[in-house]
């Protein structure tokens, strides 16, 4: 059974940064994507970045791009959220997620594209 356990989140500042880390159950290059997403309390579940390691590609949300990097190691089958300039918009749960096969290919970002989900980390940003 595939298990994806996030960590790292907390409470911190606006400005301040945080790194989230994902591990697999097993080997991560079993997934052709794995990526971040978060949903705020009332909202729907955005996708926040993703990484398709098989192809060197890597995909962010607008709202994230410059301030968030997404990266994985292949060792010890963990992916990365490394945030920084965090501002209170990015409060939200974080989830860890992963595809196989193709689905991702035209949307990386949409969450229903993706088989297997983490428990999520909570993240909050004050001002």
């Known amino acids: 059974q595939v298990q994806l356990v996030e960590s790292g989140g907390g409470s911190v500042q606006a400005g301040e940064s945080l790194r989230l880390s994902c591990v697999a159950s097993?080997?991560?290059?079993?997934?052709?994507?794995m990526g971040w997403f978060r949903q705020a309390p009332g909202k729907e579940r955005e996708g926040v970045a993703v990484?398709?390691?098989?192809?060197?590609?890597?995909y962010y949300a607008p709202s994230v791009k410059g301030r968030f990097a997404i990266s994985q190691d292949m060792a010890k089958n963990t992916v990365y959220l490394q945030m920084f300039s965090l501002k209170p918009e990015d409060t939200a749960m974080y989830y860890c997620?992963?595809?196989?096969?193709?689905?991702?290919?035209?949307?990386?970002?949409?969450?229903?594209?993706?088989?297997?989900w983490g428990q999520g980390t909570q993240v909050t940003v004050s001002s």
């Open positions: 997620a992963a595809a196989q096969g193709g689905s991702w290919y035209n949307t990386p970002l949409r969450s229903g594209a993706y088989n297997y």
């Open positions: 097993g080997s991560i290059s079993d997934y052709s994507a």
């Open positions: 990484s398709a390691f098989r192809y060197g590609a890597t």
